[in-house]
């Protein structure tokens, strides 16, 4: 048999909150899209009351040395030891609602999940207007577990307040205080964590996470990346976020990154910043060097993961630049998009961000023709989808040809030249009039059809 890469933990739900509220326990989607509905999250409390067993915990080592601190402002937030690889949402559940903080949902708007409970009937309800107003719900178990909270008043006000609308018998009270009091004992509820080694490759952690995850959800690399900005740089993913999140709000007379082409996730945008960062856009190896890690004889180090991270950080600043960001989009226009329902594929518009960055950050491209060429460039790309299919290698052959470019005459004429390779005469008599010919409602060569006729004021 193999060596065992994990070890069995168990915890209460009280000391796993707490590990949580310390930062031990590294747990990032409590600031991050929460999916659950709340009808899921009163089933987990549910089964945790009725003592039925609620699943593993997933937890990584993650490497990090006692009392390591995070890179930004919060010099006083430690780095977890433990990350979350599966069980976030249950855990985002169970913090949330033992501590009463709001969760983010998917459109970024915030929300305090509101559990009820009725003593009686020993029974948990989603609170609405109608159960608040019930005299015989608890409208939010949250209050049971707050810090000042007196067990005996609290039993003693609800039977009260139930006393005022209905008879309540010795045998009911009984039953009720009873119930409350078995509701508290839920924070000693025990649940069981695997916890996987420091050792364990993002691979082996994928693979694991695979095999027990019920959904059947493959972790990718950029899943492993943020994560480890959760871990290192939380300011950093912080900042991903935000912007993702105001891109999707209009603005209210700010400047903002908000347009009509692109709803990017953090996901996205930090393919850009690794693009720009490390000239890479495979992320096969860009999480090991992240980590600090020598790919030649597999040691980690500190040292060369802050410099590592400061390189992320610095090409990070200009991705999230709302000045850069907008000019552009125009380039976008310029090419003939209008609106995202041109854009084929996102992959497109991104990788033509990254190379739009590079040209005016690192080449000093004048504007003018920087906003040519990346219009030409990203009109390429969208007309023959290359980043359609295979996004990562076609990435990264296109940056790899730039690693002899050193000048701005140099990087505007290695983007013409490939635009010409690509848009031969062959393609536009025999490629391009095949790809036409199509019934499809959406096709990279009808939306670029578009895009021509509204330059042509067609």
Known sequence: MSDIVFTKVDFSLR????????????????????????????????????????????????GAANGARTIGADQKQLVPSLLIVDGQQRLTSLYAVVKGIAVVREDYSTEL?????????????????????????????????????????MAEQYLTDLRATREV????????????????QVLQFPLTALQLSANVSEEQVSDVFVRI????????????????????????????EDFCREARVSPSGKASPFNHFIRPGPDQLLRVAVGLAFRRARLQH????LRGKDLETGEVSAERREAQFKTLKQAQERVLNIQYWQDFLKTIVLAGYRSEKLISAEANLLNSYVFYLLGRTEYKVEEYTLRRIIAQWFFMTA????????????????????????????????????CEATLTSDFWSITLPNELATSAARSPSLFAYFAALNLLDA
């Open 113 to 153: 999940i509101e559990i009820a409970f009725n003593p009686l009937e020993e029974k948990f309800e989603v609170a609405d207007i109608a159960i608040r107003r019930d005299k015989a719900y608890i409208s939010n178990i949250s209050t049971v577990w707050a810090k000042d909270a007196d067990l005996f008043d």
């Open 213 to 240: 995850n019920s959904e059947g959800k493959k972790l990718n690399q950029t899943d492993f990346i943020l994560t480890l900005m959760s871990v290192f740089w939380e300011e950093g993913r912080k900042q991903l």
């Open 286 to 289: 860009v999480y090991s060097i």
């Open 169 to 184: 018998p010795d045998q009911d009270a009984r039953k009720i205080r009873k119930a409350i009091n078995r509701l508290q």
């Open 15 to 62: 000391s796993l909150v707490d590990h949580v509220e310390m930062g031990q326990i590294g747990l990032p989607d409590i600031q991050r899209p929460f999916v659950w509905k709340n009808a899921k999250v009163r089933n987990l409390f549910d089964s945790m009351y009725k003592g039925y067993p609620v699943g593993y915990l997933l937890f990584w080592e993650s």
């Open 383 to 418: 007309l023959t989808g290359r980043y359609s299919s295979s996004p990562e290698s076609k990435m990264e052959f296109d940056l790899a040809r730039l690693r002899s470019v050193k000048t701005a005459d140099e990087f505007v004429a290695l983007l013409w030249q490939i």
